[in-house]
């Protein structure tokens, strides 16, 4: 096994990122706007046209994933940016990855509406309810 350079790492880890914003869909699911995606891993030297699939024995995955603070959920990073800028509370990255796009579907409706995570933002576990006249 051979040692690789930050470097090349860092460029490796940014085209793969660019490569599964560019194949994400954007959606609404409860209220909150997405990005979903399927990771499908293929063979380096298959051509997708042969193997559309991936490998037999490697599954693919159905992701999704949201900015958070507990308060809000921009899609966009220049506005999770922006309102770091002006003091709102830290933003995390919510990823929910599923085997099926039903498990995905489940699982995010479950989420988005019980959001188990907001302690861990700093917040408690259900948003309060208030009434504005």
């Known amino acids: 096994m051979t040692a690789?350079?930050?470097?090349k790492l860092w460029i490796?880890?940014?085209?793969?990122l660019l490569l599964a914003l560019f194949a994400a869909v954007l959606l609404i699911v409860a209220g909150t706007h997405i990005f979903k995606a399927r990771m499908q891993p293929q063979h380096p030297s298959a051509?997708?046209?042969e193997q559309p699939h991936g490998p037999p024995d490697k599954p693919c995955l159905y992701t999704a994933w949201w900015y958070d603070n507990g308060i809000r959920?921009?899609?966009?990073?220049?506005?999770?940016?922006?309102?770091?800028?002006?003091?709102?509370?830290?933003?995390?990255v919510v990823n929910v990855t599923a085997s099926?796009?039903?498990d995905l579907d489940a699982?995010?409706?479950r989420i988005?509406?019980?959001r188990p995570f907001r302690?861990?933002?700093?917040?408690?576990?259900?948003?309060?309810?208030?009434?504005?006249?």
Do not use: C, M, N
């Not at 959920?73 to 995390?92: E, K, T």
């Open 12 to 16: 490796t880890g940014i085209a793969l």
């Open 4 to 7: 690789q350079k930050p470097d």
């Open 119 to 133: 302690s861990l933002l700093g917040r408690s576990p259900i948003p309060a309810r208030v009434k504005i006249r």
């Open 100 to 102: 099926t796009p039903q």
């Open 73 to 92: 959920q921009p899609i966009r990073p220049f506005d999770w940016r922006w309102d770091l800028l002006h003091g709102a509370p830290a933003y995390a």
């Open 112 to 114: 988005l509406k019980t």
């Open 47 to 49: 051509d997708s046209a």
């Open 107 to 109: 699982e995010l409706i």
